[in-house]
């Protein structure tokens, strides 16, 4: 599997790229990114073998690492607006203290057009999935991340003819090469933490938690969370726990960052924005809207794409937003 993804996947993403390289211009779409550590090396989860952080700005100047399972940058950043969204109230909310309540009010542009919240950090619309992924690892220096990067840009390169750079990997290309690249080097972490797995067991750790110890919760409330980076992107859950019950639950998933409506500020999520300046062939059948506008940012939805009128190509990004929305929500239930 290994040898598959470095010696076929990977080149052949890299080849398809450079013969597109034109479209290497198009669907930067919202050039803030977020990304969480992964493949823990302890298990206090301070440190990684996947690095995590933000970054704002197309020039990926402004890094800041996510250090940790317990990191405070991340745990006190993320709210969640539903302006746009079919839930009660206009109210913009840290997810310990939202609610899911839906109040469908019929398709309004300027109002309610989504089952879809808006996850912000820090205030942004933050882009999730392997682009974030790989663009936090190299902009922070991690070795294999600069490895399988630099390898990719020097081949399309020398394909396409003409000298590309890390800021190509913000368009719709970019975003398989991503996918790829961060593939590759799985493909190497993943054998090394199978290797510690089994040398674990060697030594006789085999305690399955919570089994032999399960938790005990005090009495009154506490606060929780978890994160994970998923192959599409930060995933993190959200609990409040009141004398040993659950009272309030949210997870805020990778599609939600993606699929994101507007907020309060007017800032466009990364699907919509993707879509800015995208050329259009045949504008009575824009599947550049899947490739670049949906696709490309591998949703786990699905749904029934009919033939669009060009008076309508807003209606059908909104069409998107109350399709993915639904699903995310009744996923919630």
């Not at 309610?112 to 933050?126: C, D, E, L, T, V």
């Not at 110890?213 to 726990?241: C, K």
């Amino acid at each position: 599997m290994r040898r598959f993804v470095q010696e076929v996947y990977l080149p052949d993403v890299i080849a398809i790229g450079a013969l597109y390289k034109d479209w290497l211009a198009y669907g930067k779409g919202v050039t803030n990114y977020l990304a969480v550590p992964d493949l823990p090396l302890n298990s206090r989860g301070t440190a990684f073998d996947l690095p995590g952080g933000t970054i704002f700005g197309a020039e990926l100047r402004d890094f800041t690492p996510i250090i940790s399972f317990n990191d405070k940058y991340f745990r006190d950043n993320v709210a969640e607006p539903v302006v746009h969204s079919w839930y009660k109230g206009d109210w913009t909310r840290h997810p310990w203290n939202e609610d899911t309540v839906p109040d469908y009010t019929d398709f309004n542009e300027k109002g309610k057009y989504s089952w879809a919240k808006a996850p912000r950090f820090n205030g942004q619309p933050m882009q999730v999935g392997p682009l974030s992924a790989v663009l936090a690892g190299y902009v922070g220096g991690h070795k294999a991340t600069r490895k399988w990067v630099d390898l990719t840009l020097k081949r399309i390169s020398k394909l396409a003819g003409v000298k590309v750079e890390t800021k190509i990997l913000q368009s719709t290309p970019g975003r398989h090469l991503s996918r790829a690249i961060r593939a590759a080097m799985i493909a190497d972490f993943g054998l090394k933490h199978l290797d510690l797995l089994v040398k674990n067991i060697g030594m006789g750790d085999l305690e399955i938690y919570p089994y032999k110890n399960p938790p005990t919760f005090p009495d009154g409330e506490i606060r929780g969370f978890g994160f994970h980076e998923a192959p599409r992107g930060t995933l993190s859950h959200w609990v409040v726990i009141q004398d040993g019950r659950i009272k309030n639950y949210q997870s805020v998933v990778p599609s939600t960052w993606n699929v994101s409506p507007r907020c309060a500020k007017d800032f466009m999520g990364p699907y919509e924005s993707s879509l800015e300046g995208n050329p259009v062939a045949q504008p009575e059948r824009p599947l550049e809207v899947l490739r670049t506008g949906i696709y490309i940012h591998y949703p786990p939805i699905t749904t029934k794409w009919a033939e669009f009128k060009p008076q309508y190509s807003m209606a059908t990004l909104r069409y998107w937003h109350f399709c993915a929305g639904y699903f995310l929500y009744a996923h919630s239930l």
